[in-house]
Structures are given as structure tokens and as C-alpha cells.
């Protein structure tokens, strides 16, 4: 069996719908594992099945509001409910809130961090017996490159997926007794909805991007495939809390 191979596993993806998460998801699916996407918006993710379908026939839908802590823990338990099992987790689903922090509202910053963190802290809490239960597992937190660094106009968006990574290095602490890995990526700008938004309202960033990044182009979400694959599979197995940019070398650039 190859090392990469993912044949057998299920994986569920928050926020998989689109963008990173859609990408991750179809990453998984054509290395072999049966794929099940979850978020809100039905239509949305009937376009992404369609993708993930092409791949993989079993990929499914499951509904869920991260804001919500009994939809959290329901879906995550109706997933290894409905396929007997659940080996692989990512913690994908995000939203911002662009404003000097001096402008934020309380309501605000908590839409940020309840989204961003709270949601992965109930799954990966709901899918912990599963994974223990079946002697393994991995967890993939979508952190950002503004773990690293700063910005004038993201303060909770920040904050959140600093969290998110150190989280998921104590999870990695805590469960690495029972087999279960917890890693970290964070992409650096990737061409999705969340940061088209982002460029209408920040002038000159697509520019500034560019000259920054070493590869000279935005990412795209087919770039998070691999590196999803590598750390839901056996070839990650030694490696655990750790936070891997993938950025074009942005977070390298002098």
C-alpha cells in the first residue's frame, strides 16, 4: 500500500464546498477516500459534489451550522454514524470581518471566533472517540498566514486562526497517545471568495501579493490537495503540531 494511499478512510471536510476546502476535499477523494463535505448552502454544495463525484462516486453532503454547537457535534457523529467510521477531520469552515479594531462590534469579533475556532474545538471534540476508537486518526486546522503575521484591518480574523493552530498543537499534546495527528496549514493569498472581498476592499492588494510572493501568482484551491493528502495520510504519521505554510513562499520573502 502506498504510503499516500487513502483507500478505506472517510474524511469530513467543513466548509467544503468551495474554495481551500473544495480543493482539499477533491485532493482526498482521488487519493481514495471517501469524502463528505458539510456546510450550509445546499445548492453550493451540490455544484461541489458534482466535482467530487467525477472523482469519486461516493462523496456525500451533510449539513451543518458552525455556529451551533449541537450541529457541530450532530454532524461529525452522523458522518461515523452513516459509514461505520471517521478517520479524517479538516477544519476548513472560515469567515472575516474586515475593520480597524477600533471600528469591530463585540457581535463581530464573536461571529469571527465562534466560526473560525469554536466550530474546530466541538468537531475535533466530536470526532475523538471515533478516531480512538479505531486506534487512529488526523486532524487538518486551516490556520492562515496571519498566524504569522499582522494586519491593520483582520484583528479577529488573526487572533482566530492563531488559535486555531495553537489549538491544534495541544490537541496534537493530548492525543498523540492514541494515534491521532493534528497539523496545521496555513495558505498564504488564494484566489476564493473570501479574498475577492477582500481585494474590493483593500486597494492595491492583488498587486502588492504579486510582488511579494516568489512563484509570482496567486494561489489556487487545487494547491491544497497535496498537502491535504500527505497530512491525512500515512506518510504524515511521525509528524504532529506542526503549521505548514503554503504560500508561493510569501512568508519567506524578504
Not at 482539499?24 to 456546510?39: C, D, E, F, R
Not at 457541530?72 to 461505520?84: E, F, Q, S
Not at 480597524?100 to 469579533?109: I, K, N, V
Not at 484566489?191 to 486597494?203: G, M
Amino acid at each position: 500500500m502506498s504510503a499516500f494511499d487513502l483507500s478505506g478512510r472517510v474524511a469530513l471536510v467543513t466548509g467544503g464546498n468551495g474554495g481551500i476546502g473544495l480543493g482539499m476535499a477533491k485532493g482526498l477523494a482521488g487519493a481514495g477516500a471517501t469524502v463528505v463535505i458539510a456546510g450550509r448552502n445546499k445548492a453550493k454544495a451540490d455544484t461541489a459534489l458534482a466535482e467530487l463525484r467525477a472523482i469519486d462516486s461516493r462523496a456525500d453532503f451533510v449539513e451543518i451550522d458552525v455556529l451551533k454547537e449541537e450541529s457541530c457535534r450532530g454532524a461529525v457523529n452522523a458522518v461515523a454514524d452513516k459509514l461505520g467510521r471517521l478517520d479524517i477531520l479538516v477544519n476548513n469552515a472560515g469567515t472575516a470581518v474586515r475593520k480597524p479594531p477600533e471600528e469591530l462590534t463585540a457581535a463581530e469579533w464573536h461571529l469571527v471566533m465562534d466560526t473560525n475556532v469554536t466550530s474546530a474545538f466541538l468537531c475535533s471534540q466530536a470526532v475523538y472517540p471515533h478516531m480512538k476508537k479505531a486506534g487512529a486518526g488526523k486532524i487538518i486546522n486551516i490556520g492562515s498566514m496571519m498566524t504569522i503575521f499582522a494586519s491593520s484591518y483582520a484583528a479577529p480574523y488573526a487572533s482566530s486562526k492563531g488559535a486555531i493552530v495553537q489549538m491544534a498543537r495541544s490537541f496534537a499534546v493530548a492525543w498523540a497517545k492514541d494515534n491521532i495527528q493534528v497539523n496545521s496549514i496555513l495558505p498564504g493569498w488564494i484566489d476564493t471568495e473570501l479574498t475577492k472581498k477582500a481585494r474590493e476592499q483593500v486597494p492595491g492588494l492583488y498587486e502588492r501579493v504579486l510582488a511579494r510572493t516568489p512563484a509570482a501568482r496567486w494561489g489556487a484551491p487545487d494547491d491544497f490537495a497535496g498537502i491535504a493528502v500527505f497530512l491525512a495520510s500515512p506518510a504524515s504519521d511521525f509528524l504532529t503540531g506542526t503549521a505548514i505554510p503554503v504560500d508561493g513562499g510569501y512568508s519567506v520573502m524578504a
